[in-house]
């Protein structure tokens, strides 16, 4: 539990509270504008991780198929990882967007 400035008397209220206990003021108006900027700030921060994700998997491949033969050795760990890691971070990603889009209704 931290301490905030109370909007309107200026007086340190609890992060938690509704209203301040001091003169009254509804600290959700202000609350809300917040949480929708940090909504659209998720967003586009998951639009930058989608975009990670996706270039890894394609790197994983692109190591993976170099030269058109099989990968082995240090490359076939390497394009592996960079697969895996890519394809299942992305469709983490695309869930975590559409939670973040329901969220915003
Ligand atoms: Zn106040």
Redesign the pocket.
Known sequence: MALVE?S??K?R?SSVAKA?Q??G?SQGGDSESTQKIRQINQASQLQTHSFIALTLFIAGVMIWFWGGEAAEGTRLYVGGACFVFGFVGYLITRIRIILNRRGNV
């Open positions: 109370c309107a008397c007086k209220i301040c001091y003169c003021i």
